[in-house]
């Protein structure tokens, strides 16, 4: 020793540890390799003590397959109740996810249980995610059962990412009850906006409305829920859809209110809201709409020009709309298909056959793509125009080239071959469309039955199918047509048969009050102008005079409620046949059967049937009610008809132009023209409009009433509005000239017809013939003057 010190000093004791280090190596090493080898059979019995650590070790060893550790966790904790950690629990049901082996885990999650242990939500989410990645939504229901059951902490952000991903593999109906119990729970972790907003488009693309609504009243009443923009669009966009224009107008007024920064009316909006108001008819109030959009700081898109043209082209205001589509070209956009499409086929309506075959050149030449829709409104509009042999070589070239060709563009052919009663011909074609593979669906059967039964050749029915193999549709409608001859030739109660099937209240001349009354029930519409007129002065001060839209400001002020509204007009024109499945198919073929009867005049029969099959729960639409009035009022029943129209109005049924066109023919035949003035009137305020048929009944209308001067002036509409006159409107023109002694005028509209190359038929000679008559009359009387005046 030196200095005080030893001379050599003693090494700390690290034998122990080392040796316990390198033991749990050689233990973790052993395992794997025994594991790896033959499973766990082999393994040592009972156990060597394993910490967690050394579990994790084991567990986490990359050499070590899945299956593996799987049977390994499996065997220490069943056979040898060892207990794991979270953190053990937490790794193996990680690797039974990113292996693929998901039928394990309900067997993992009941270990887990019976030990008590809980993961960390990280955990849960990665196995709702690798359910939902498989599709196997029930175990991934299942799980957030479990951990509500363990008392787990479920992040907001676990619910958002399942929400999303059910709505997104169509599971709506999970989604749906995953939300609602949530909302139900008064639990402040609601799903985020985007959740949220991902459900309400699924539900308005599945067209469930009362499931829409409840989630939209249920989100509205929950105080941790704030809705964005994107979500007051897509309300707005689905409640204008399904005509409530009452709660899309508010909710755009409450965005406005709000004036937030994070929610305000942006251009998706105005779109939403010009859709709208296109659909329930108010093109005057889109198009306001419209030019203050372009004032407000928003310019319009592709997409609000499509919108325009469309709803301008449905109610035939093809003059406004072609001005639309050269500003839109103007402005540096270019129209895709979809908009060639609807004023290619609004040209056609309003009987401008050139311009619609120029418009479908122009699209070529462009290099805008024609689809087969496009080949169908083009074939479909030189049928309805007098143009059946340019229409048959498009469809056959068609053919030939193999393209652009569907089962549409074949029921459109048949229908044409059946109108000229070339039935064999019909007959072939559905031959020919089957054995290319399209299905022969209601549309076209309807087609051909009504074209057999109006040339009374039910013995065809053989040869139907024979022609239609494919299928049990054709089958179906036969034996649906059975059943319904023995149900009408079944005994009726006298008290039913003494029963009117439709009770009329009042005269059919009290349609305005109809009308009217029907326009006051409707719920969320806007106030008519009187009343707007009324009020101006005290809703003048509730308008912000600097606002970017004044006009859709006063719409939404002018609301009375915000309660589902009830179409009271339909753009779309009620169609015999719905064609959405066997959903509908009872009343299509009521419909169809309704139009074979009444074909024939059989009206008794036709209103039986109406009868049996409403008694039977199978609810009438626009078209039926519309079979049944035309067939009243040509028979001169109009207090039958006026029934029917009151039904339609206790049924919530909405008219269309159809009906309109039945209610002013009714009331020329009655001599109340001045009422036709008046209901033509409201229809307009109402968003309706006019086309050819509904032109052509008020000239004829207002011509036997002697109102000549109105019967110009609404000429002079049709021809500024855009539609051009078809062989029925100068047929009329020149017979109510001509009875009225107008004959320069009624020879005027005669040169005018020839001039526009509107082709003559067979009621264009009769009239001609009684406008001879009437001159040769008006000179023999010229010449009995002139004489008399000389013999004085």
């Known amino acids: 020793m030196r200095h005080g010190r030893p001379l050599f000093q003693a090494k700390p004791h690290i034998g122990a540890a080392a040796a316990s280090e390198l033991g749990d190596i050689l233990l973790v090493a052993s395992i794997t390799k025994t594991l790896s080898q033959s499973g766990t059979r082999n393994l040592p019995h009972p156990p060597p003590p394993l910490s967690d650590l050394l579990l994790l070790q084991i567990l986490r060893t990359q050499s070590l397959h899945p299956s593996k550790k799987l049977d390994f966790f499996k065997w220490s904790s069943l056979t040898h109740s060892i207990k794991h950690s979270p ?366 039964y109006k040339h009374s050749r039910w013995d065809w029915t053989d040869k139907l199918m024979k022609r239609i193999r494919d299928g049990n549709l054709l089958p179906s409608v036969l034996r649906w047509k059975v059943d319904m001859e023995a149900t009408m030739k079944a005994p009726q109660s006298k008290k039913k048969d003494l029963t009117p099937l439709f009770p009329s209240k009042g005269d059919f001349s009290d349609v305005l009050s109809l009308i009217s009354s029907a326009a006051s029930k409707m719920d969320g519409v806007i106030e008519s102008d009187d009343a707007g007129v009324k009020d101006d002065n005290n809703s003048s001060t509730d308008i912000d005079q600097w606002s970017s839209s004044p006009h859709m400001d006063h719409l939404a002020n002018q609301l009375k409620s915000t309660d589902h509204a009830s179409q009271l007009f339909s753009l779309s024109r009620g169609q015999r046949v719905q064609a959405k499945g066997e959903s509908t198919f009872d009343i299509d073929m009521v419909n169809t059967f309704l139009s074979l009867f009444l074909a024939k005049g059989k009206l008794s029969i036709a209103c039986k049937l109406f009868e049996i099959f409403s008694d039977a729960g199978a609810n009438p639409v626009s078209y039926t009610y519309n079979s049944i009035l035309s067939s009243f009022v040509k028979k001169g029943y109009f207090n039958e008809a006026w029934g029917v129209l009151s039904e339609m109005g206790e049924k919530v049924c909405p008219t269309d132009i159809a009906t309109y066109n039945m209610i002013i023919q009714g009331l020329g035949k009655m001599g109340r023209a001045d009422l036709a003035s008046s209901v033509l009137d409201k229809l307009m305020k109402q968003g309706g409009y006019l086309d050819v048929v509904m032109y052509n009944t008020l000239i004829n209308a207002l011509g036997k009433a002697n109102r000549i001067d109105e019967v110009n002036k609404l000429f002079k509409q049709m021809k500024s509005s855009g539609i051009n006159p078809d062989v029925v409107t100068f047929n009329t023109l020149i017979e109510v000239h001509s009875k009225a002694g107008r004959l320069k005028d009624a020879y005027k509209f005669l040169k005018m017809m020839l001039d526009s190359g509107c082709t003559p038929n067979h009621v264009t000679d009769t009239t001609l013939d009684f406008l001879g008559k009437e001159i040769e009359k008006s000179r023999y009387q010229k010449a009995s003057f002139v004489r008399n005046k000389d013999d004085s």
């Open 87 to 452: 953190a053990t629990f937490s790794h193996i049901l990680r690797t039974a996810c990113r292996a693929g082996f998901l039928s394990e885990i309900p067997g993992l999650l009941n270990i887990m249980k019976q030990h008590a242990v809980m993961v960390d939500s990280g955990t849960f989410k990665s196995l709702l995610d690798a359910f939902i990645r498989a599709g196997k939504f029930d175990m991934a229901i299942e799980i957030l059962d479990i951990m509500q059951e363990l008392g787990a902490e479920l992040s907001t952000d676990m619910y958002n990412s399942v929400l999303v991903a059910l709505v997104r593999k169509g599971q709506l109906g999970m989604a749906l009850s995953i939300l609602v119990k949530l909302l139900e729970g008064g639990s402040s972790q609601v799903p985020n906006c985007i959740a949220c907003n991902e459900l309400l488009v699924g539900l308005r693309k599945g067209d469930m409305r009362v499931e829409f609504k409840q989630v939209f009243d249920k989100l509205r009443g929950n105080e941790w829920f704030e809705m964005d923009t994107w979500g007051y669009n897509i309300c707005i966009h689905a409640f204008g859809c399904w005509g409530d224009l009452g709660t899309s107008l508010s909710l755009f007024k409450e965005m406005k209110d709000l004036n937030s920064d994070s929610v305000f009316p942006d251009l998706s909006t105005y779109n939403s809201l010009i859709h709208v108001l296109c659909l329930v008819g108010k093109v005057d109030d889109a198009v306001t709409v419209w030019e203050e959009l372009k004032c407000s700081g928003h310019e319009p898109d592709a997409i609000t020009y499509r919108i325009l043209i469309q709803g301008c082209c449905k109610c035939y205001r093809i003059e406004e709309a072609t001005k639309i589509f050269s500003e839109m070209q103007n402005n540096g956009y270019n129209p895709d298909t979809v908009v060639y499409n609807s004023l290619m086929d609004g040209l056609f309506k309003a009987r401008k056959v050139n311009e619609g075959c120029q418009m479908f050149e122009r699209m070529v030449q462009y290099g805008v793509r024609a689809s087969t829709w496009t080949y169908n409104i083009l074939i479909d509009g030189l049928f309805r125009n007098a143009r059946a042999e340019a229409a048959y070589t498009i469809f056959c070239d068609l053919k030939k080239k193999g393209q652009f060709v569907d089962g549409v563009t074949y029921s459109i052919v048949a229908l044409q071959l059946c109108r000229e009663g070339l039935l064999e011909e019909a007959l072939e074609l559905v031959e020919e469309m089957e054995m290319r593979g399209f299905t022969v669906d209601l549309v076209t059967i309807s087609t051909l039955m009504i074209g057999l």
